[in-house]
Nanobody, 124 residues
Framework: QVHLVESGGGLVQAGDSLRLSCKASGRTLSTYVMGWFRQAPGKEREFVAA????????AYTDAVKGRFTVSRNNAKNTVYLQMNSLKPDDTAVYYC?????????????????WGQGTQVTVSS
């Protein structure tokens, strides 16, 4: 079992920045990839970013490229999502997820464990 806890969400204005954190506990040695997803009201959960736990590989959805940066601290079992130049369209609940196999996948069903989510609201 892996337990994931997100933090750092909040209410900000367009153009502001936020940094989300996701701390993992439990069987973290099984981690190959950590991902960030988001889900807006009435929409499906969508991929935002992912990072390999063993090398420098990262992936982003086009909508956040150049604005969001995913990073990790293996010693702290924590993954981060730095979000800059936030837009109202970024408003959603943000989830982190752990994948036990290699490959920066973008579909939610390819991840094994999920956090409870943290709300990000961007006002115009």
């Amino acid at each position: 079992q892996v337990h994931l806890v997100e933090s750092g969400g909040g209410l900000v204005q367009a153009g502001d920045s936020l940094r989300l954190s996701c701390k993992a506990s439990g069987r973290t040695l099984s981690t190959y990839v950590m991902g960030w997803f988001r889900q807006a009201p009435g929409k499906e959960r969508e991929f935002v970013a992912a990072i390999s736990w063993t090398d420098s590989d990262t992936a982003y959805t086009d909508a956040v490229k150049g604005r969001f940066t995913v990073s990790r601290n293996n010693a702290k079992n924590t993954v981060y999502l730095q979000m800059n130049s936030l837009k109202p369209d970024d408003t959603a609940v943000y989830y982190c997820a752990q994948r036990r196999f290699a490959g920066l996948k973008v579909r939610p069903n390819e991840y094994d464990y999920w956090g409870q989510g943290t709300q990000v609201t961007v006002s115009s």
